[in-house]
């Protein structure tokens, strides 16, 4: 069986003349936020792409193919959409295997970028260990993801409803590289510091850039994370966001809301506590990663 994958225009002429490609989960249209905000801020992201000298190709399964990069209609109607599965390593094949239709998380969305040979992608923030963990178990597929599959992803930290202690100690062990973009702390997804220090620090996309090549000279699995912290103006300072997580948690607990509908139902918790103001800086953060993964494609393409 030849895997087929179908690719949008854009996406296909870039292809074609070697340009900078930055990869684009679905996730975050399908489960992360809201109608119309959804499909707004998609296309706010591939323009920000655009704008700092790459192509989007935001990643999807529609109808059982896998889509890199799609049309204005597939973007606008998967957006719509109320019946889409959320998809990771262990379920992708399957949602193709049986013609669905599925979007994207950071895993899935990797697999999809490394096969298209698309070696960054730009993401809000990563999943990792969840609090309660020990006793759940629940840790998100990124991490391994992360360590076994080679592309730089580059989000705003880990989600901060996550156990970041934990979720950065498992990608340590894992031997996957945490650089945090232009400072010492690593961001906290709304907040720009967790107060973890950074493993690795780096300044400019020239820098990362060079550090993805040196690891694929080297033969190492995986990819690398950038830590890359919100700007200032829209973060949401970690003093302010901790009680809030907290009810968000305790409420998700006592509903017995597990798997993957924790994420979803403490994102919507979290944008009602705090009257709106987490979907802000969400896309806020969004649009920042975007800017720095097209930086860092666009130096990985003119070193090819």
Known sequence: MNLSIAYSSEVAAARANAAPIVALESTIITHGMPHPQNIETARRVEAAVR?????????????????????????????RAGDVAKLSRADLAVCMARGGNGATTVAAT?????????????????????????????????????ARTPVTVVAAGAKAILDLPKTFEVLETLGVPVIAFGQDTLP???????????????????????????????????GQLVANPIPVADEIPTGVLAPVIAQAQAEAEARNIAAKAVTPFLLQRIFELTGGRSLDANIALVLNNARLAAEIADEIARAR
């Not at 896998?66 to 973007?75: F, I, W």
């Not at 990563?126 to 020990?134: M, N, S």
């Open 51 to 79: 704008s700092a000298g790459a192509v989007p190709a935001t990643i999807a399964v529609l109808g059982g193919t896998l889509h890199v990069g799609l049309e204005a209609a597939q973007l606008d109607r998967l957006a």
């Open 110 to 146: 990797m697999i999809a970028a490394h096969l298209a040979d698309i070696p960054v992608f730009a993401t809000g923030g990563i999943g990792g260990v969840h609090r309660g963990a020990e006793a759940s178990f629940d840790i998100s597929a990124d991490l391994h993801e992360l």
């Open 188 to 222: 906290a997804f709304w907040s720009r510091d967790s107060r973890l220090p950074a493993p690795l620090r780096m300044e400019t996309a020239a820098e990362i850039a060079a550090s993805h090549r040196m690891r694929r000279e080297l033969g190492l699995a995986g």
